[in-house]
């Protein structure tokens, strides 16, 4: 219950947060009631069959959620992405209380009190409550923990903190409307029915296998020019293809160009000139001191692990480590973006792994600690006199997924995530003996009853400094990104300068109004937006700063809801068209060829081999995705040469050297494989419905104009 007690010791801070997000949920339907007052346009975020969603009220709703994440991630802030999930979270949730909550509420479908419980005992439970109620030890959900929960959150409601209850509500709601909506879908698959003919079938495709002979001429080799491609043929492509090329929902493509903010020789200069000045101060601390200067004066953390010879990436570093005596410092040195300084604190000899067992008591009020180490000590006292550790831990023991197997946690190692003083005490205790450690959760007494052949480590402690941009280096690339921005302001200039300058332009095709970010560059969303924003969007944008770089972007196709013009998917429809003519090309050039042997020395190709080719493949080693090619297999004889295939990638022309029957290799078993396929079936069942749910509904998304 770490999750709890960290909440109470932060006392009426969070409790102000959460009367905060609960007063949130009540001002929000108020404020939303008498949008028209201070005008509903302005603050409109969107609508969701009819039901209006105001900007206060979402954005009460976000820092509701915002609130929750804090409290169970034990968090005091969120950075920039996770706060555009939560909101992503908040308007997805609203979508489902007015399309798929709606339409269950209007069937009676409900979920219980005593329903809840069931599924709190069973472990039917969603992701989160899992990994809350999780045993700490063994990582499984247990019930026993979610009831300890509870109890916890009441009693701290009794005691007027009411941030305990409000992670559990919020918990509890979520599994609620989890249940729901799987008792809704639940009616449709509840008619779903695989038949023996069906199964049959599947387990045929599956397992009649063929081994082939094919040549492979891939469109790549015929170049662009030897074929000749009319208006008309892509047209035709246009049309044939007409389902590739319908939007759900409207995206855009934008180009951009990127100027880094590279650290030049001064910068470099300067961090070393830092990390010299640091070394007199590694080398006259005292190995007690070391941790605590290097957590002020570093940019990296202080870690307290023990490297073995030949762990440290640096070979120099490394071979200086088990060499000179503690107390060397080795540097400064260049690794990746950093300076370093190495400083050797100690060496020892150390297992790699030990197994353990543990009892633990844990401390839920501080004001009981005293108590519960003078039980710890007793039972310690206990152990120390004969009396069986494993014994002790199955009765005593509240870390129950340990306790039902004598306290035993297995092996540890210094990777194991276990909190630093349980895992210190764990690789520190020598074999055979039993000590006790304090940690947030409470008291532990650990045995070890096992242990590696021990090896000579080093603890080693690294000083880092990074080498950064200065600032007269981040003003010459914005003072090149700005001209470039307000020289070329239209896109014909912004592509004309690409080409002169020889700077390489970057695409994001197909962004949607909420995508998050573009690929390769993180807290982005403001770029996204301005591409959304007609007034913006009809010039070259300004200057943007991300990732310690600077970019300048432009809108380059607007691509509609619904189907596209064949002008906005020109260069994918002509690419179609193209490959069908050499397709053509390729087949007139085979001409009546007399066998895959004649027709790879028409086209300078080799005859190649592929086996176990079944229907149920998505694609064929050596060929790729080629739906044509896997049809036309299961249709040939064996020794049979089937014509040239036209595919995505190429022309194929197979032959079929070996075929093996369904069944010959083993039966079907109706009853296992009819249960797979249900569930399939229904799985398939589910998302279709609830894509279909969402489609016809009326959803107006305004979120672009706010965030």
């Not at 959460?18 to 609508?47: E, P, R």
């Not at 300048?552 to 020109?570: I, M, R």
Request: a negative charge; aromatic letters at 8%; hydrophobic letters at 35%.
């Amino acid at each position: 219950m770490a999750v709890l007690s960290s909440i109470r010791s932060k006392g009426k801070l969070i409790a102000i947060c959460v009367g905060g997000a609960l007063l949130a949920f009540v001002l929000g339907d108020f404020l939303s009631s008498g949008a028209t007052i201070f005008g509903a346009s302005q603050t409109k975020m969107g609508a969701i069959n009819g039901y209006s969603i105001d900007y206060t009220q979402f954005q009460n709703q976000v820092e509701a959620r915002e609130t929750f994440l804090k409290l169970v991630t034990q968090r005091s802030s969120l950075d920039g992405n996770a706060i555009e999930e939560v909101r992503d979270y908040v308007w997805q949730q609203a979508v489902r209380e007015n399309t798929i909550l709606k339409n269950a509420k209007d069937q009676g479908v409900t979920v219980t009190d005593a329903e809840v419980a069931h599924l709190l005992q069973t472990g039917y439970v969603t992701s989160t409550i899992r990994q809350l109620c999780a045993d700490p030890q063994t990582g499984m959900y247990n019930p026993q923990m979610a009831t300890q929960f509870i109890q916890r959150a009441h009693e701290m409601q009794m005691q007027g903190d009411k941030s305990g209850q409000f992670v559990w509500q919020t918990l509890e709601d979520e599994l609620r409307e989890s249940r729901q909506v799987e008792k809704y879908f639940g009616m449709v698959n509840a008619g779903l029915y695989v038949t023996t003919a069906e199964v049959e079938r599947e387990f045929a495709q599956r397992t009649q296998l063929s081994d082939i002979k094919y040549v492979a001429i891939p469109y790549t080799d015929i170049k662009d020019e030897e074929v000749t491609v009319t208006d008309d043929q892509i047209k035709k492509a246009y049309n044939d293809n007409i389902k590739r090329f319908t939007n759900r929902e409207e995206t855009r493509d934008i180009s951009y160009v990127v100027f880094d903010i590279i650290p030049s020789e001064q910068d470099s200069a300067d961090a070393l000139k830092v990390i010299n000045s640091l070394k007199e101060g590694l080398e006259n601390a005292t190995a007690a001191e070391v941790p605590s200067y290097i957590s002020s004066t570093s940019k990296l953390p202080y870690s307290q692990y023990y490297y073995s010879n030949g762990e440290i990436t640096d070979p120099t570093v490394d071979a200086m480590m088990f060499s000179q005596e503690p107390g060397y410092v080795y540097g400064p040195y260049v690794d990746g973006e950093y300076y370093n300084l190495a400083r050797l604190i100690d060496r020892k000899m150390l297992s790699d792994s030990v197994e353990v067992s543990h009892l633990l008591l844990l401390v839920d009020n501080p004001a009981d600690s005293l108590k519960v180490k003078a039980k710890a000590d007793s039972l310690l006292d206990v152990h120390n006199s004969g009396i069986n550790f494993g014994a002790l831990a199955a009765q005593f023991s509240e870390d129950q997924g340990s306790a039902a197997d004598s306290g035993k946690l297995g092996w540890v190692t210094q990777n194991t995530p276990y909190i630093p003083e349980f895992l210190n005490a764990c690789l520190n205790t020598e074999k055979g003996k039993t000590t006790m450690v304090k940690t947030a959760y409470g008291y532990h007494l650990i045995k070890v009853t096992n242990k590696t052949a021990p090896k000579l480590k080093a603890s080693v402690g690294f000083v880092s400094i990074d080498i950064v941009p200065g600032k007269q280096t981040t003003q010459a690339a914005y003072a090149r990104a700005s001209e470039f921005a307000g020289r070329n302001r239209t896109r014909e200039q912004f592509e004309a300068a690409v080409a002169e300058q020889k700077i390489p332009a970057r695409i994001a095709p197909n962004l949607t109004a909420n995508t998050a970010q573009i690929p390769g560059i993180t807290n982005s969303r403001e770029i996204i937006r301005d591409a959304f924003n007609d007034d913006k969007a009809k010039e070259v944008s300004g200057v943007y700063e991300m990732d310690s770089r600077f970019i300048v972007a432009v809108l380059t196709g607007v691509h509609p809801k619904g189907t596209q013009k064949l002008a906005s998917v020109q260069t994918e429809v002509t690419r179609i068209a193209t490959n069908e003519a050499k397709g053509d090309f390729i087949l007139n050039k085979i001409g009546t060829a007399n066998s895959l042997e004649d027709a790879a020395n028409k086209m300078g190709k080799d005859v190649k081999d592929a086996t176990s080719i079944h229907l149920d493949m998505i694609q064929i080693p050596g060929i790729g995705f080629e739906p044509k090619v896997i049809a036309t297999v299961s249709g040939l004889q064996q020794g049979q040469v089937s014509a040239p295939i036209k595919g995505e990638n190429g022309v194929y022309l197979l032959q079929n050297t070996s075929y093996t029957p369904a069944q010959a290799i083993q039966p079907v078993n109706v009853t296992t494989d009819r249960r797979m396929m249900e569930q399939e079936l229904k799985s398939r069942a589910t998302y279709q419905l609830y894509q279909s749910i969402t489609d016809q509904a009326n959803i107006d998304d305004r979120r672009v104009k706010f965030f």
